[in-house]
């Protein structure tokens, strides 16, 4: 304590803001939308549906969605001229360097989007070109990764279709789009759509605070969710499991290597600052990783080294004590893997997913007129320092 500044590091124990979009409870493991079981949403909800319910607060009626799906069709075309600039990306580097870089070069592309103040049309057309174009963006950064040319969004399929159609289509032949493969990146989405202010949202946020414009907010936040104990972690877990499954499956030397303090190497996927219970999320898509590895006919090996490693630690009181459960990275790679993303991609679709969260967010946090974030700190360095001339240093 100094006087009137509490350290709260990594913000504990701090509200930053009031927020109406979604509700954690971490005791009860519960996570609503706008007041909506999550449960229920990734049941009964397209992806879409979801966007529209936390951007404008409500469950759309059919017309609404029709409408939204019909503005978010007309903007799906990214500039031709962005292609120059993303052409000068090295074929491997890493997905979220090229995502982040693309979403903010929007502003330079979409110039109106730079005036804030400009009206909540103007805002409202630059929300709907930020969702119609992320898809097209996500979908270019897969095919370099491949290789392979782009495909060009096809406005008559529904916004998760036509992303699949971008990213697994050829110029060569037509992509048959499963329904299974469409429902389950449907739920993964929705699951990944909001989680109020975690680290990359509260970027999102601070940095909108200054009246930057939305695809630069944006952009911030994707950074943030780059890091590996964030939404980097969905990769970073793949990762573990298939050096485990390399290791021989010795799940428990990895679980003591977690447990080892002089030990660096964490659970990838295990743990969460608010859940002190099970992720919601975590158990639907546990769920929905056996359903979709049956019905896509696929075996992972991973798939058992995930269920015995959660099986060996939650049995261990290392974990227990510190109330360290899976939480939403632990499964969805493996879901990601069997619909035949690659692991670099992982986070990017993390990305994809929490963008109407993030746009919510910032919209909320401009309606409600927040002040620039500007927090204080505790100073804990030299105080009265005499100047020497550097001959003398
Ligand atoms: C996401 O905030 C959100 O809502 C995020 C997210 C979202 O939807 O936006 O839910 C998405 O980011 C999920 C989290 C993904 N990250 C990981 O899976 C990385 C592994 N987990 C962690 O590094 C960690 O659990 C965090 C970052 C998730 C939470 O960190 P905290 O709350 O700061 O907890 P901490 O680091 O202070 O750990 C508390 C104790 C420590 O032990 P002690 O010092 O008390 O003895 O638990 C231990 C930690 O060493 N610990 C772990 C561990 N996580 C915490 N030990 C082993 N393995 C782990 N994974």
Known sequence: LSGYVTLDSGYKNTGATKSAITFLDGEQGILKYRGYPIEELAEKSSFLEIAYLLIYGTLPTQNE???????????????????????????????????????????????????????????????LKLLAKMP?????????????????????????????????GQRTEKYVIDPVVVSAMNKLLILHADHEQNCSTSTVRIVGSSDCNLYASISA???????????????AVIEMLEKIKNDGGDVDKWVAKAKDKNDSFRLMGFG????????????????????????????????????????????????????????????????????????????????????????AQWKEMRENKEPIGRPRQIYVGEVNQEFVEISKR
């Open 136 to 168: 097209t963006v996500v979908s270019w950064i897969y095919k370099k990764g491949i290789g392979h040319p782009i495909i060009y969004p096809q406005n008559d399929l529904d916004y998760v279709s036509n992303f699949l159609n971008m990213t697994f």
């Open 221 to 235: 936040g994707i950074s943030a969710l780059w890091g590996p104990l964030h939404g980097g972690a969905n990769q």
């Open 272 to 359: 969460h600052r608010v859940y002190k219970n099970f992720d919601p999320r975590a158990k639907i898509i546990k769920k929905a990783c056996d359903d979709i590895l049956e019905k896509l006919g696929i075996n992972d090996p991973v798939l058992e080294i995930a269920k015995k490693l959660e099986e060996v630690a939650l049995s261990d009181p290392y974990f227990a004590d510190r109330k360290l459960y899976p939480n939403v990275d632990f499964y969805s790679g493996i879901i990601y893997r069997a619909l035949g993303f690659p692991t670099e991609m992982f986070t990017v679709l993390f990305a994809l997913g929490r963008l109407p969260g993030w746009i």
């Open 65 to 127: 969605l029709d409408n939204f799906q019909y503005q978010i069709s007309r903007h799906t075309l990214v500039h031709e001229d962005m292609k120059k600039f993303f052409d000068g990306f090295p074929s491997h580097s890493h997905p979220m360097g090229q995502l982040c870089s693309l979403v903010c070069s929007l502003s330079a592309f979409y110039p109106e989007s730079l005036n804030v103040h400009a009206g909540k049309e103007e805002e409202n057309t630059t929300i």
